[in-house]
């Protein structure tokens, strides 16, 4: 799908777990030095997916204040409420500029580097990964203006579209990453072992 088509796309088709995904075979004589830098990325994917299961606690939050306002006097929990919302409205809008700087220094940087090995199944796979990009990207721009808004404003369809979006974001992020840093391992700690 291109960009346009995943632009009206319903949110719950926005998924990266499309079709079969193609695989890497492993590479011969792989020295444990390559072996040790291959990991790097699955160490900055750890970083991103530890980020994201912060904002699940502040989701958390949120949910417990809407469900059970009278744990508090019903002022505190309109001013806990509020502020939980608007601090995970402002948490996603900072969580899409660094999964975006992300995705865009693999694009730009390790990605061709990977290309010009002119491996075919190395190839396939780094053409595959740019296709979940595409996915992914479409899910942070719209995670963006959810964010936006409910940073804006704290009501409950600010909140519920905010809180899907994120939802869908984090499957197709943890999806896609396992798939990455799996098939990429060996590649990168032999043609791009300083990342
Ligand atoms: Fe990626
Ligand atoms: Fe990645």
């Known amino acids: 799908m291109n960009k346009d088509q995943l632009r009206t796309c319903e949110l719950c088709d926005l998924n990266v777990e499309f079709d079969e995904r193609p695989s890497m075979p492993a590479l011969e004589n792989v020295t444990e030095a390559e072996q040790r ?3 790097h990325l699955a160490a900055i994917h750890r970083m991103h997916l530890r980020d994201m299961q912060r904002l699940v606690h502040v989701l958390e ?3 417990q204040g809407a469900v059970s306002p009278e744990v508090f006097a019903q ?3 309109n001013v806990e409420l509020t502020h939980n919302m608007h601090m995970f409205g402002t948490m996603c809008g900072r969580e899409c500029q660094v999964l975006t700087f992300h995705h865009d220094a693999e694009e730009h940087m390790i990605f061709p580097q990977l290309e010009q090995q002119n491996i075919q199944a190395l190839s396939r796979v780094v ?3 740019k296709q979940e990009h595409l996915i992914v990207h479409e899910l942070i721009t719209r995670l963006e203006t959810a964010a936006h808004a ?3 404003n704290q009501d ?3 909140f519920a579209r905010t809180k899907a979006t994120f939802v869908q974001l984090q499957t197709a992020v943890i999806s896609h990453f396992g798939y990455e840093e799996t098939e990429l391992r060996e590649a990168l700690g032999r043609f791009v072992p300083v990342m």
Do not use: I, P, T
Request: no cysteine; hydrophobic share 45%.
């Open 127 to 129: 053409a595959r990964l």
């Open 150 to 152: 409910l940073a804006q």
């Open 37 to 39: 830098a291959g990991l």
């Open 61 to 63: 939050q949120v949910e």
């Open 75 to 77: 002022e505190v929990s």
């Open 156 to 158: 409950e369809h600010n």
